[in-house]
């Protein structure tokens, strides 16, 4: 069925995008749509589905986050049994399987990456923390063989938030991980400790190597695959398809989340400086975390909401040629939104932002294009959906 697009009055992006220059760009009139759209449902009763990645013949690879990886059809009718060799998650709190990745020579190398929450042992019993890994798809892509764990989070901590666990692949080989904070009073200011691994965002090789020209390599103290820090919990992110530079999506604590452009070594301030407030507080009415939304050495937001969490997830910029007049922009999924945000840039900044889909009701939890041009939608529930948006 058929559905509308549910456009924000420019006095709900305003209430949502706060003060600040950035905020006053995205609070202007949106330009005009691509029309109406639709959502058309594909796969259904996937159980929390957290990310979606298309194979060179169109079909599709969806992680569950109870720990499932799934291989979806073309036309998304048919859902295969779980697909074997997928390591043990520790699916606690917010834990579980997250990103699925196919290798750049996937067609030649049948190479994936996953990232999930992996549980300690001996010393480490009890806690936990990213994990990112590797292996090969066999032919009939039933299973998965050659694990291999590439990278893990250090270090491990008794929590069940904030795990991160966006993959994104870079030229040259390169990955991109994202770690949260770990959702812990006492243990999120070790985001500012480039000795820890709590809210960062790393670059690694594809073998978990690390390049010799990351900003920290070398430095005292410092983990050498770092390459941002001072995040909270990044859980969006995509390659600007003009620069090569990462974006980011980052959860706010109560309001705050936040649109990122990743510059090397930055330090994005999170826990001394925020746009958002503690959890419990007044809403609209509450001093901001940090006490201070900004500060020397920090690199700011490109775009925030306030005072209001949207809880952003998948981000991804647009290339495609179905609707032409949105190329280059980003599409961002909201989970407590519920929503997918249009986000036009000029240049690095903010021009307009919308909120598209409103009334699905739905937590949109990825965003991907696909190799027909059209978007790709996560539903994020006990029975979440693959949707294609259309005109």
């Known amino acids: 069925m058929a559905r509308a697009v549910t456009m924000v009055l420019a006095a709900l992006v305003a209430a949502c995008g706060g003060g600040g220059a950035a905020q006053d760009a995205g609070a202007a009139a949106p330009p005009a749509t691509a029309g109406p759209l639709r959502a058309t449902p594909l796969a259904s009763g996937l159980v929390n589905p957290w990310s979606l990645a298309f194979l060179p013949d169109g079909r599709m690879l969806v992680t569950e986050r109870p720990g499932r990886l799934r291989l979806v059809s073309a036309d998304g009718r048919a859902v295969s049994a779980p697909i ?20 750049a020579d996937f067609a030649s190398s049948r190479r994936l990456f996953l ?63 994202t770690l949260g904070d770990r959702q812990s009073s006492s243990e999120r200011g070790k985001a500012q400790d480039l000795a820890q691994g709590h809210g960062k965002i790393v670059r690694i090789r594809s073998d978990g190597s690390v390049p010799a020209d990351n900003p920290f390599v070398g430095r005292s103290g410092a983990q050498p695959a770092t390459w941002s820090y001072g995040h909270r919990n990044v859980q969006g992110g995509a390659l600007h398809p003009s620069t090569g530079e990462l974006w980011v999506t980052e959860h ?25 407030c503690e959890y419990g507080a007044p809403v609209g009415n509450c ?29 991804a910029f647009y290339t495609g040629s179905r609707f032409p007049e949105w190329r280059g922009q980003l599409f961002m999924g909201a989970l407590a939104g519920q929503a997918l945000w249009r986000i036009e840039l000029n240049g690095n900044a903010v021009a307009s932002r919308e909120a598209l889909l409103t009334d699905l009701r739905e937590r949109m939890r990825d965003v991907r294009q696909g190799p027909d041009g059209w978007l790709y939608l996560l539903t994020d529930s006990g029975n979440g959906r693959i949707l294609r948006v259309e005109r």
């Open 84 to 103: 074997a060799g997928v390591p043990a998650v520790d699916a606690v709190g917010q834990g579980g399987l997250f990103d699925v990745l196919p290798a």
């Open 115 to 177: 990232s999930y929450a992996e549980a300690g042992s001996g010393a480490d019993a009890g806690r936990n923390g990213l994990a990112v890994g590797t292996a090969l798809l066999n032919a009939d892509a039933t299973a998965l063989t050659g694990w291999q764990v590439i990278f893990r989070q250090s270090p491990k901590v008794a929590s069940g938030g904030h795990f991160g666990g966006r993959l994104v692949l870079a030229p040259g080989g390169l990955l991109y991980v």
């Open 252 to 276: 706010g604590p109560q309001g705050g989340d936040e649109l990122n452009r990743i510059q090397r070594g930055g330090n994005y301030g999170w826990p001394l400086v925020s746009h958002g």
């Open 287 to 315: 001093p901001v975390v940090g006490g201070a939304s900004t500060g020397p050495g920090f690199e700011p937001p490109v775009s925030y909401w306030v005072p209001t969490s949207v809880a952003p997830s998948g981000l």
